[in-house]
């Protein structure tokens, strides 16, 4: 009895707080039907979502209304870029293009030696990538601003790879070799992608993961730098943080160099001042840029006059004079070593791209011009591939060189063309100079190279914003930091796809309750005062419901019913849920699983018995703003008609408002 | 001139079209602020994330607030629910069991014996897993309908899989053992996934992968059986069509044996026969179910008074008696054959989990029960853990034997319980009797049941709702037909995953317009009616914006930009677009590529000049409705101060409402 009369009153508070809606909803809402897009012919849709997947840039825009001529001469220009800006090039360009190209030619050079070091080749092997591939870029390339040769992550990854392989001291000539062989399957890799348009695979390495992953690179490429730094002669090969430090400590007592730590120890903090004074002004640019030629050329000079390779001051003795000799027919193109090639080339590929791709976009939106990261794929792609038969290992773009190319005031890829000269003038005239060259000075380019990879900042922004894409992060760091890079990189990628499958997996939904004063349904987490309406439970999918996560979201909807029911039991002046809205506009896409639980939903629902004026009726399933797509499938299905046209609705607030009237019938 | 006066024209236009908006939000609507969610506990925040992603069922809950001797009785009632509906247990319910057990032995008793030798089994391993596995399921499992036993596809798999590695007849011990272990893997499988409660990973195998795979299975299986009803002696090995055709071509002229035929074609018309009156009435489903079990026995009298194994009608020879024995000790712990029945037995285990958990939800939502999908793993993989120990292969649950047992009547699992007890019976007295059955109906009798698995409705619905689906379904099918069916799995998983990280690399966009008399703003494809806003570009992005995707996102809305500044171009009575509002409901979350991404998308905007009253001015970004998790990382990276707070609303409707002053503004 008491609770006959509780339910009176609920009914008639659900009449006065729906009441004006409803009335609003007769006076002035037209209710509207939700569209069903009309029917798309098959090919046509197939051919749009392809076009979307490949070609969303829509690469052949420019070629169309256009003769057979021009279409060649544009077909010249979009594989050849130098063609197009080329016409417009002058001499106030070729200006700013001479400096930039003088400052990263003098920081090319020493990292070359070093980077050369630590892929375990030869020096004169990073100077001659810093020679052909730039200038293949140059012809072929579009981003202005990019400082293309070898960089310290990728050769410290090839060399760590290679290493896995061969011997690169006992067998030295098959490593080269195999060298070769991977570089020439890495640029095969950048042209496949990019001509197939499959350029995004890349932007499934996340950024998060990038960040920790260059931060334990260069973590291991510094640590890597104390045998030098040190002059240690017995040294891991190792590059987890155990073995190095192990390495470092069991030769303190006698294998340490007093004379090389004197060297190295001034010249970097010479060149961490030089850096400081970079950033405290950036007037002063050109101080960190030209500062590690400076220290090579002093310290060559002071082992030369003061003869301290005697003393156990480990020089780089013997760089090989010269251009690049031919290596067409070093290449594996069968055997053993072809698939292992393959395999390195890939990994190595791939991370130049990807470092490659970012470098061009920071740059490309800060003087805004656009990239077509598929063509700037094959460029690299063919870069790679040349260089692979000229003696050249892999090169990309380089964090630290493009961004002191871009201060310089680069305007073009014409600075690459100067670095190419100066590096050629090198290997002709000067090599010979480096004879006396420290190891420790190699080194302390090196660590003041790497230091700029480790982005603090970023790492803490993305705990700042995103747990998960920092535990990503740390995976990745730690990862190469305590085993190698390519476990670092594999947990990076890993994580990566991960996050992706969570997502699908386990997509968010929400209860929704209206916003007072406004006809709008938010979340009730996120919009405290929003209040739930009466008797109605509405719920929105926050994604497409595919066979990844259609019974997870079937079984949430009814959790949280279920859920809504005991609080309705518990406070008994609600009446019992007769509706369950549920918000579609997130739902992007439905597939035939999805169809199947919203089907099972409804069943499910059928067999809930409500009490209702006397009869029991089962709650009624109701959708508000299916997107075209999913319209679509739902007819397709007949879905539509199994819950009943009438049940589905332009926005909630149109659902919510004919569900009023129904509420309120039930008054006794 | 004509220019300008054109400008002002548009200009009245807008304040005519915008006024009516404006003035209403600023009489009748309040401008409600985007929520920012009470910042909440990093571990909290992490707990729950685990929970819904592992524990969305909430397992633990029944536990809560119990004692200690309660908690212990619900544990073991968690583990061996026999404990739980064992107590509610009757007569009338036994009397359903009983039914449905026998009718389900009958059917079980045939097919065993046939799907053993698609595993390349004796007849009676068979048997024999139809009287451990069931017997364990009863007191583990939770599904009251499914049937368990061996089943054609996963016995096909495990056939070929094995036999890649053995030779099933020159290496029968081994190939043997191997099979043991494989079946010790799989259960071991099955359990880690439930018990680490990874269930969800199955759900990966979307339904129309599936349906292609069983399809192309049953395809497979039943050319399979031409040997064995044509009389064929020589048969190939492999089990793709062409291999099949071409022996059976081959053998033609003097490989056929018309006796087998005649009795093979004449018990397989019966069959369908029987199938047919069975669909036809579903009173009579046992006909086709005792059928099966009808030919042997008819036949096999046959056979034995006419001695037709004499003019070459092959006979199943010997069975051997008794039940199960001991195999504990033919597993392989040890050596190069544990890690190859390892990765069988985990391929096995996942589809044998596939079909069950399908068959389980199935019939658990139409006697409308819950089925916990992580428990029910752990008692599939406890059963198959004990079957591998007691001479029996991969158990699941069967489709066809299941949808007889749920006929039948069955009420709980001791339908399952009478079955193995029959086996045990047949095991113990009849077996010598099938000696002389012909293969040929053991044929009919396979040919017969894996027809079902043919499911051309379900691929003509795939069609109809989701031509992405059907191109899956159909690779799987093919895959499996044409090659084999580790290819055709490979296939299947392959284009499920290439969906999802479609689905997350290509999100949806659309242009939103006003759908007139309300204050919605919809997709203009879906609905032709809406109008856009003049000066204002609005864009919905369906999808949460990660790093696979976030790149995309924010050129394909660049690209919407220029798309309809070109338009406004061409159509010069438009104003030019002067607010690019992006619908944010459907984005559900967003990473620190995504907030780059919506930064680079500002600056972009920034760079573009717009004339406004004689200034330029840049088009503005607007937000409208971010999510609860998307305001806070926008809070957190400080992006919404970059933007200004003003410029996120909490619908379109506000924040069209909000720009509209500022666009009369323009007025000269």
Redesign the interface.
Known sequence: MDRSTEEAQTKEMDIRSLSSSHHHSQSE??I?KV???PKQN?FK??RETLK??FF???PLRPFKDRSRSQKFILGIQTIFPIFEWGRKYNLKKLRGDLIAGLTIASLCIPQDIGYAKLANLDPQYGLYSSFVPPLIYAFMGSSRDIAIGPVAVVSLLLGTMLQNELDPINEKAQYQRLAFTATFFAGITQVTLGFFRLG?LI??????AIVGFMGGAAVTIALQQLKGFLGIKKFTKKSDIISVMHSVVASAHHGWNWQTIAIGASFLSFLLFAKFIGKKNKKFFWVPAIAPLISVILSTFFVYITRADKQGVQIVKNIKKGINPSSVNEIYFSGDYLLKGFRIGVVAGMIGLTEAIAIG?TFA?MK?YQLD?NKEMVALGAMNVVGSMTSCYVATGSFSRSAVNFMAGCETAVSNIIMSCVVFLTLEFITPLFKYTPNAILASIIINAVIGLIDIG?AT??W??????FVACMGAFFGVVFSSVEIGLLIAVSI?FA??????????T?ILGK?P????Y??I????EATKVPGVLIVRV???I???????VK??IL?WLEDEEEEVKAATYQPRIQFLIVEM??V??I???G??ALE?LH??LE?REVQKSGDVVAPQLILA?P???V?D?LH??SFTSLIGEDNIF??VADAVSSCAPKLVEEQP
């Open positions: 809402r037209y509207h569209g069903v897009p098959l849709e197939f979307e997947t969303a840039d829509d995004f932007d499934f390495l996340s950024h998060a976009r939106a805004d990261g970023a922004l993305l700042k914003i995103d747990k998960f894409d990566s996050k992706i499958l969570l997502q699908v997996t386990r997509p968010r929400a916003v004063r406004t006809t709008v938010r979340n987490q996120q919009y405290p926050d994604s497409a595919y066979f990844s996560n259609s019974n997870y079984e949430r959790r506009s997130p992007t896409d597939d035939t699983s169809i199947h099972g069943r499910s067999k703003n997107g075209p797509v319209m499938k397709a299905s332009l926005t």
